[in-house]
Each structure stands twice: as structure tokens, then as C-alpha cells.
């Protein structure tokens, strides 16, 4: 076995999976997996589809690129803004795009064009979290600088909450959108397929609503790989956490005193943490650091805590065990943890679970 390691419950991803797709579709709406987490690896995208997923969605282009590659037929929404520098890629791989910029979609039309196919396109609408989007009074101006353009089709629009401030979904901004698209419709005499409503974080208002409304899609990661969604949200009954632990070796463990001694100055990066003295403790280094993970997203099981992180050490103290050389140390790990030890490539990653995933169906579905 080789630590670092990632190991990642396939079985309890499938089961979120499955539950939410299952879960939305009762209300309407289609859920399309954000792949983004798991850099678009083959494994996890078999499971998606084996879920129920129909479209898959990622941030970047390569992730794209890698699952498209990889043989996969299913249908891609790239979910950034395009990159100008990106375009042709962009039309040849992804089906679809989210979109905020007049001269991005004019030059997708244009690459469109050149390769003989269509492109599908959903525009954003700022609806108050000020990342990607359209202000909405100017959405009807802006289709119609757009359409009209060749080999490009709009399928939709949609918006992103909860990112970069936590404006949550409400009635307010969910209806705004709704009212948009009929609006949109209306204006131009389409029928536009797809009221793209958010992500993770927009799960619990789609469950709670029960009135008229066109939004009919989600974009979803946290949920399915976490079973989480912002922390000031109800928990979604039956989605497994805790899907994803990180594993590491400890390689030295001694009795020492917990202050240090000598003339102090900053440490290697640049920073000066205050200290307790609290006598002797019981203290390990493990072999992980800020190189391989964002460590203030790791943590540790009960009765441990992690003290201080260097490039390639994380010390830890033990309140009541004993930790001993060899010794391994599971950990959870938040979002930002999660991100970086995918990517890492220090960090051995095990798919555990394939085989049972199919056994473990929804008994039931919760409804709230
Ligand atoms: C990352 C992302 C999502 C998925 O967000 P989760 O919180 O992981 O569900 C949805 N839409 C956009 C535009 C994103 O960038």
C-alpha cells in the first residue's frame, strides 16, 4: 500500500447520485453530475452514467477532453465561460456551453461554422452572487445581439448562487428566473428546454417549492461526491458523507514539549503562531504536507489534532492514545482538501467499491 492515500467510496457516490437523480426528477428537474472534482476521471464517470446521469458537466476543457477521449458518447456542458483561446476545443468536445459574452458566442458560431456542427448554449443570468452572468434586465438585449447567429442554439438559461458571496436561492431570484425564460420565449418565440437553477446549494429550495415554476435543471457536485451542501442549509436526508478519506503514515512519534526553544523568529512560511504551554504531549509527524493537500481541510479523527503543517510534514497531538510509528491516520476532508489532493500527484487515489455499488439501490426515496 502507498500513502498518502485517497480512498474513494464508489458505492456511497452512486448512492447519492442515484438518490438526487431520482429525488429532483420528481419535481421536474434533471440533474446533470459536475464532474470538476474528479478532474473528469473515466471510474467515476462510468458510475455517474450507471446512476442515471444523461449529460455530464465540467469547468475545464481537458477534464472534457479526457472524458471524451476516454470513449464516452454522453453529452458535455462546459460550465466556465469559454476562453476565447479555447474555442475550437470547446465546440468539439462539448455540446454544450454556459455563457455571458456577446463576442464569445459570435466566435463559437463562427468555429461552429468551420466544423460543420451546432453548438448549444445556456446564458447566465446575474441573479446577486456577482461571479458569471447577464445583469437580467439586459438578457432580452443580449439575445437578441445572438440570435441570429449561425450553428448556435439556445437551450436555455440558467445562474450560479452561493459561490462567491452565499447569496442563497430564494423565491425571489428563482422566480425572477422563471419569469425569464417565459419571457425570453415570449420575446422571441422559442421554447427554450433547459432553466438551469444552480448548484448544490439550490437543491433544498427545487425540493421545498411546490408552486408553478420553469426551472428544470441542476448542476450538481458537492452533493453527490460530499453529501453535503452549505452549511447553513438542511442536511439532505439519506446522502452518505464522508464518501472521500485520506489516509497518511506517521513517521516519527515522540513525547516532547509542546513549547518550543531558542532564539524565534517567523516559520518557513512566514508566519508566527502562538503557543500553549501545555507541558509534554504526545506528538506525531506524518508524512503529508501543504504540498499535497490544503490542510486546514483535513480532519482528523477524535482525540487527535492537527498542530501545525509544513511542506511535506503535518504534525499532529494525541489527547488520550498513543500514536506510534507506522501508525495510519484517516482523515476527512472538506471541498478545498478534496480539490487539492485529486489534483495532487503525491497522493495515491483507490476506488473502492465498485462492485457492491449496483447492490445498494434507494430503498426509499425522502421526500421533504
Ligand atoms: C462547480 C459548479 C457547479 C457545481 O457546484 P457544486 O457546489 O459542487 O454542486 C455548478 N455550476 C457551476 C457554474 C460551477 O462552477
Same mark, same amino acid.
Given at each position: 500500500?502507498?500513502?498518502?492515500?485517497?480512498?474513494?467510496?464508489?458505492?456511497?457516490?452512486?448512492?447519492?447520485?442515484?438518490?438526487?437523480?431520482?429525488?429532483?426528477?420528481?419535481?421536474?428537474?434533471?440533474?446533470?453530475?459536475?464532474?470538476?472534482?474528479?478532474?473528469?476521471?473515466? !471510474? @467515476?464517470?462510468?458510475? +455517474?452514467? =450507471?446512476?442515471?446521469?444523461?449529460?455530464?458537466? *465540467?469547468?475545464? %476543457?481537458?477534464? $472534457?477532453?479526457?472524458?471524451?477521449?476516454?470513449?464516452?458518447?454522453?453529452?458535455?456542458?462546459?460550465?466556465?465561460?469559454?476562453?476565447?483561446?479555447?474555442?475550437?476545443?470547446?465546440?468539439?468536445?462539448?455540446?454544450?456551453?454556459?455563457?455571458?459574452?456577446?463576442?464569445?458566442?459570435?466566435?463559437?458560431?463562427?468555429?461552429?461554422?468551420?466544423?460543420?456542427?451546432?453548438?448549444?448554449? !445556456? @446564458?447566465?443570468?446575474? +441573479?446577486? =452572487?456577482?461571479?458569471?452572468?447577464?445583469?437580467? *434586465?439586459?438578457? %432580452?438585449?443580449? $439575445?437578441?445581439?445572438?440570435?441570429?447567429?449561425?450553428?448556435?442554439?439556445?437551450?436555455?438559461?440558467?445562474?450560479?448562487?452561493?459561490?462567491?458571496?452565499?447569496?442563497?436561492?430564494?423565491?425571489?431570484?428563482?422566480?425572477?428566473?422563471?419569469?425569464?425564460?417565459?419571457?425570453?420565449?415570449?420575446?422571441?418565440?422559442?421554447?427554450?428546454?433547459?432553466?438551469?437553477?444552480?448548484?448544490?446549494?439550490?437543491?433544498?429550495?427545487?425540493?421545498?417549492?411546490?408552486?408553478?415554476?420553469?426551472?428544470?435543471?441542476?448542476?450538481?457536485?458537492?452533493?453527490?461526491?460530499?453529501?453535503?451542501?452549505?452549511?447553513?442549509?438542511?442536511?439532505?436526508?439519506?446522502?452518505?458523507?464522508?464518501?472521500?478519506?485520506?489516509?497518511?503514515?506517521?513517521?516519527?512519534?515522540?513525547?516532547?514539549?509542546?513549547?518550543?526553544?531558542?532564539?524565534?523568529?517567523?516559520?518557513?512560511?512566514?508566519?508566527?503562531?502562538?503557543?500553549?504551554?501545555?507541558?509534554?504531549?504526545?506528538?506525531?509527524?506524518?508524512?503529508?504536507?501543504?504540498?499535497?493537500?490544503?490542510?486546514?481541510?483535513?480532519?482528523?479523527?477524535?482525540?487527535?489534532?492537527?498542530?501545525?503543517?509544513?511542506?511535506?510534514?503535518?504534525?499532529?497531538?494525541?489527547?488520550?492514545?498513543?500514536?506510534?510509528?507506522?501508525?495510519?491516520?484517516?482523515?476527512?476532508?472538506?471541498?478545498?482538501?478534496?480539490?487539492?489532493?485529486?489534483?495532487?500527484?503525491?497522493?495515491?487515489?483507490?476506488?473502492?467499491?465498485?462492485?457492491?455499488?449496483?447492490?445498494?439501490?434507494?430503498?426509499?426515496?425522502?421526500?421533504?
Amino acid at each position: 500500500m502507498n500513502y498518502p492515500k485517497l480512498n474513494i467510496d464508489c458505492a456511497k457516490i452512486y448512492q447519492n447520485a442515484s438518490q438526487l437523480i431520482t429525488q429532483l426528477a420528481l419535481k421536474n428537474v434533471t440533474v446533470t453530475p459536475v464532474t470538476k472534482i474528479f478532474q473528469g476521471h473515466p !471510474i @467515476i464517470n462510468q458510475l +455517474l452514467i =450507471d446512476a442515471g446521469a444523461k449529460m455530464f458537466a *465540467d469547468s475545464r %476543457i481537458e477534464n $472534457i477532453q479526457r472524458i471524451k477521449q476516454a470513449g464516452f458518447s454522453l453529452p458535455a456542458m462546459l460550465i466556465r465561460t469559454p476562453m476565447l483561446s479555447q474555442l475550437s476545443r470547446i465546440v468539439k468536445y462539448c455540446e454544450i456551453s454556459l455563457n455571458t459574452e456577446i463576442e464569445v458566442i459570435q466566435q463559437l458560431s463562427i468555429a461552429a461554422k468551420q466544423m460543420n456542427t451546432t453548438h448549444g448554449i !445556456i @446564458i447566465m443570468v446575474e +441573479l446577486g =452572487d456577482l461571479r458569471e452572468g447577464v445583469m437580467p *434586465d439586459r438578457v %432580452i438585449g443580449f $439575445i437578441r445581439k445572438i440570435i441570429t447567429l449561425p450553428n448556435i442554439t439556445i437551450k436555455g438559461i440558467g445562474t450560479n448562487l452561493a459561490c462567491r458571496y452565499g447569496i442563497a436561492p430564494d423565491d425571489r431570484n428563482m422566480t425572477l428566473l422563471s419569469e425569464l425564460a417565459d419571457e425570453v420565449d415570449i420575446t422571441f418565440g422559442l421554447k427554450i428546454d433547459i432553466v438551469s437553477a444552480g448548484n448544490s446549494a439550490s437543491i433544498n429550495w427545487v425540493l421545498n417549492h411546490d408552486g408553478q415554476t420553469r426551472i428544470n435543471h441542476l448542476r450538481i457536485g458537492e452533493a453527490i461526491f460530499l453529501g453535503s451542501v452549505p452549511a447553513e442549509q438542511a442536511k439532505i436526508a439519506g446522502l452518505q458523507f464522508n464518501a472521500i478519506t485520506l489516509t497518511a503514515e506517521v513517521i516519527e512519534a515522540k513525547t516532547k514539549p509542546s513549547l518550543p526553544w531558542g532564539t524565534r523568529g517567523l516559520n518557513a512560511f512566514g508566519e508566527k503562531e502562538t503557543i500553549l504551554d501545555k507541558g509534554y504531549v504526545t506528538q506525531a509527524i506524518l508524512a503529508l504536507g501543504r504540498q499535497d493537500v490544503c490542510v486546514t481541510g483535513l480532519h482528523p479523527p477524535d482525540g487527535m489534532k492537527i498542530m501545525s503543517s509544513t511542506s511535506d510534514h503535518l504534525l499532529i497531538e494525541a489527547t488520550d492514545s498513543a500514536l506510534f510509528v507506522g501508525q495510519k491516520i484517516q482523515f476527512n476532508l472538506d471541498y478545498s482538501a478534496i480539490l487539492s489532493a485529486i489534483s495532487s500527484r503525491y497522493i495515491h487515489k483507490a476506488f473502492d467499491g465498485l462492485q457492491i455499488k449496483r447492490q445498494n439501490n434507494i430503498k426509499h426515496i425522502v421526500k421533504h
